[in-house]
């Protein structure tokens, strides 16, 4: 059949009267091509078509609207026919094929660089095996065929095949972490961007110049989500965030100033679930919905986060700066950083199989607020180079000095906590409470409220930072009228705590943690590392 479908294509006919019928033949040519190489055609729960091809032992999933696919078909015709297929008939197919996905094509879920199936994590190595590491609460394992479908976008980049055999602490000397703390949050950041269904907590990472922010950013993102532009500058709007959160899994923004409050709602609803919407062309009327979760890294030499929905999402640390003396080129900390890269994977694979062995079993004595990502990072613990509860204990303190940072950046968390230190509780109407610590010196200040409306909704915001400082806010209602009183409380609101972890590799025995007994294995040797300008060092 497609031989003679072959040859009444590529008969020679007067060129007046064949250009349709060589179409014709050529459409009928591709599509028997496509049914005899099993392609699969399919949609997401988004309506967007796609294909699953095996070429080569080697399979992978595309959009039927990538170049890439289009490209596969002529390679096919020319492969059958010797010749170019004709534009025409090629558009027309991809046409046809489209249909059959979204219409007679089933339904499925195709996921980016990590996925689930079932009680298990899939990670896509992007490598051109198409090779994915499958983990369990059992272990991982890297597996030629997936269990899920995942699609790739021009930019990703193969991660290195895992090995077993490796420590979470032989990162340390590729990061230029201030403390154990610091070293803690981070490998706990790095474990949360595993879990294939999120919420994630948003890594903010302050620094002077030469301080190896933007190395410690890339640094991660190649233990996960490998990109051929790892760093990425502030998008100029939440129509370029969702599209980077449509092409990768990871949302790495470098060298931030500030965060304004527009971006600051988008990267939480991105940290912790929400939809973006927008026109799918400039020129129509359908809209195009970007919705799910990604884990998100921002570097910037101040502290550029200074609203709290967004500081109570994230992970704050301030690297210290490298001495001149200490730094060392590009090339040798990179060279080192590959030769352990694989190990130090596979190290935080084992950390991801605890997880899920654990996360169940994890208990908190006060529920935090990212409680699913607190579990995950608790239950991963047992396989950490560190004391249970350590992870905790380092957020709670991180937490207490953001709040701070947040308060000292807040004229009016400033006067709120002058005025219970030197003159004790205030209490009264919205305007009175306003109009007694509005003062000549702080409506002076640029962010001081302007009215009585925007003074209550920055108080809201900033009420829980407050409370965690000693500060109690409490807005009553009675009928049409309200009050607000604010006083000075001796004890603060407990802070996060474990009351049971899972113990070292089980999860039927849980350990009683004390959050204050904090205990990481020391590691003296050198520790390189590298500052984004070309040189890198050695910490102290």
Same mark, same amino acid.
């Given at each position: 059949?497609?031989?003679?479908?072959?040859?009444?294509?590529?008969?020679?006919?007067?060129?007046?009267?064949?250009?349709?019928?060589?179409?014709?033949?050529?459409?009928?040519?591709?599509?028997?091509?496509?049914?005899?190489?099993?392609?699969?055609?399919?949609?997401?729960?988004?309506?967007?078509?796609?294909?699953?091809?095996?070429?080569?032992?080697?399979?992978?999933?595309?959009?039927?609207?990538?170049?890439?696919?289009?490209?596969?078909?002529?390679?096919?015709?020319?492969?059958?026919?010797?010749?170019?297929?004709?534009?025409?008939?090629?558009?027309?197919?991809?046409?046809?094929?489209?249909?059959?996905?979204?219409?007679?094509?089933?339904?499925?879920?195709?996921?980016?660089?990590?996925?689930?199936?079932?009680?298990?994590?899939?990670?896509?190595?992007?490598?051109?095996?198409?090779?994915?590491?499958?983990?369990?609460?059992?272990?991982?394992?890297?597996?030629?065929?997936?269990?899920?479908?995942?699609?790739?976008?021009?930019?990703?980049?193969?991660?290195?095949?895992?090995?077993?055999?490796?420590?979470?602490?032989?990162?340390?000397?590729?990061?230029?972490?201030?403390?154990?703390?610091?070293?803690?949050?981070?490998?706990?950041?790095?474990?949360?961007?595993?879990?294939?269904?999120?919420?994630?907590?948003?890594?903010?990472?302050?620094?002077? %110049?030469?301080?190896?922010?933007?190395?410690?950013?890339?640094?991660?993102?190649?233990?996960?989500?490998?990109?051929?532009?790892?760093?990425?500058?502030?998008?100029?709007?939440?129509?370029?965030?969702?599209?980077?959160?449509?092409?990768?899994?990871?949302?790495?923004?470098?060298?931030?100033?500030?965060?304004?409050?527009?971006?600051?709602?988008?990267?939480?609803?991105?940290?912790?679930?929400?939809?973006? *919407?927008?026109?799918?062309?400039?020129?129509? *009327?359908?809209?195009?919905?970007?919705?799910?979760?990604?884990?998100?890294?921002?570097?910037?030499?101040?502290?550029?986060? &200074?609203?709290?929905?967004?500081?109570?999402?994230?992970?704050?640390?301030?690297?210290?700066?490298? %001495?001149?003396?200490?730094? #060392?080129?590009?090339?040798?900390?990179?060279?080192?950083?590959?030769?352990?890269?694989?190990?130090?994977?596979?190290?935080?694979?084992?950390?991801?199989?605890?997880?899920?062995?654990? &996360?169940? *079993?994890?208990?908190?004595?006060?529920?935090?607020?990212?409680?699913?990502?607190?579990?995950?990072?608790?239950?991963?613990?047992?396989?950490? %180079?560190?004391?249970?509860?350590?992870?905790?204990?380092?957020?709670?303190?991180? #937490?207490?000095?953001?709040?701070?940072?947040?308060?000292?950046?807040?004229?009016?968390?400033?006067?709120?906590?002058?005025?219970?230190?030197?003159?004790?509780?205030?209490?009264?109407?919205?305007?009175?409470?306003?109009?007694?610590?509005?003062?000549?010196?702080?409506?002076?200040?640029?962010?001081?409220?302007?009215?009585?409306?925007?003074?209550?909704?920055?108080?809201?915001?900033?009420? #829980?930072?407050?409370?965690?400082?000693?500060?109690?806010?409490?807005?009553?209602?009675?009928? &049409?009228?309200?009050?607000?009183?604010?006083?000075?409380?001796?004890?603060?609101?407990?802070?996060?705590?474990?009351?049971?972890?899972?113990?070292?590799?089980? #999860?039927?025995?849980?350990?009683?943690?004390?959050?204050?007994?904090?205990?990481?294995?020391?590691?003296?040797?050198?520790?390189?590392?590298?500052?984004?300008?070309?040189?890198?060092?050695?910490?102290?």
């Amino acid at each position: 059949m497609l031989e003679r479908l072959v040859d009444a294509s590529t008969e020679v006919q007067p060129p007046a009267s064949s250009t349709s019928d060589h179409n014709n033949g050529a459409r009928e040519i591709l599509l028997q091509l496509c049914e005899e190489a099993g392609d699969h055609y399919f949609h997401d729960i988004e309506s967007r078509p796609f294909v699953y091809v095996k070429e080569n032992k080697y399979s992978s999933t595309w959009s039927l609207k990538s170049r890439s696919y289009a490209i596969l078909l002529g390679r096919r015709y020319h492969q059958l026919t010797g010749s170019v297929i004709p534009s025409t008939a090629k558009a027309e197919v991809l046409d046809t094929l489209e249909g059959l996905a979204l219409f007679d094509g089933p339904e499925e879920t195709i996921y980016l660089r990590i996925g689930e199936s079932l009680d298990k994590v899939v990670l896509d190595l992007c490598d051109d095996q198409g090779r994915v590491v499958v983990i369990d609460k059992d272990g991982w394992k890297v597996v030629d065929d997936s269990p899920i479908k995942f699609r790739r976008t021009p930019g990703m980049l193969a991660l290195p095949t895992p090995v077993p055999g490796g420590s979470i602490d032989d990162l340390r000397p590729f990061i230029n972490a201030r403390t154990d703390h610091d070293f803690i949050l981070i490998c706990a950041y790095i474990i949360g961007c595993f879990n294939p269904r999120g919420p994630f907590m948003v890594l903010l990472v302050n620094g002077e %110049p030469g301080s190896s922010k933007s190395t410690l950013c890339r640094v991660i993102r190649s233990l996960v989500d490998p990109n051929k532009a790892p760093l990425r500058c502030e998008p100029k709007g939440n129509h370029d965030l969702a599209i980077s959160m449509n092409n990768a899994w990871m949302i790495c923004l470098d060298n931030m100033s500030r965060i304004s409050k527009e971006r600051s709602n988008a990267l939480c609803r991105l940290a912790t679930g929400g939809g973006f *919407a927008t026109r799918e062309l400039y020129t129509d *009327a359908d809209e195009k919905i970007f919705d799910g979760m990604r884990p998100i890294m921002i570097n910037g030499i101040g502290d550029v986060a &200074q609203r709290s929905d967004l500081i109570d999402r994230a992970i704050q640390l301030t690297l210290p700066t490298i %001495p001149d003396h200490q730094r #060392q080129t590009e090339r040798t900390f990179l060279s080192e950083f590959k030769k352990r890269q694989p190990s130090i994977l596979g190290a935080f694979l084992d950390a991801v199989s605890a997880a899920l062995r654990n &996360q169940n *079993a994890v208990q908190f004595s006060v529920m935090p607020r990212m409680a699913d990502s607190f579990s995950w990072a608790v239950a991963a613990e047992s396989a950490c %180079p560190w004391e249970p509860g350590s992870f905790i204990a380092a957020f709670n303190t991180q #937490q207490r000095d953001a709040d701070e940072s947040l308060c000292e950046s807040s004229s009016l968390a400033t006067a709120i906590r002058n005025w219970t230190q030197l003159k004790g509780n205030l209490s009264g109407t919205p305007t009175e409470v306003f109009n007694l610590l509005s003062g000549e010196k702080n409506m002076k200040h640029r962010d001081w409220p302007k009215s009585v409306s925007s003074f209550g909704a920055e108080l809201r915001k900033i009420a #829980q930072n407050l409370r965690r400082l000693g500060v109690e806010v409490n807005v009553k209602h009675k009928g &049409q009228s309200r009050s607000i009183s604010i006083s000075h409380i001796n004890d603060p609101p407990e802070q996060p705590s474990s009351l049971s972890l899972p113990s070292q590799g089980t #999860q039927e025995s849980p350990l009683d943690v004390d959050n204050g007994d904090l205990s990481v294995p020391n590691n003296d040797s050198a520790r390189p590392i590298c500052d984004g300008d070309k040189t890198v060092g050695v910490s102290d």
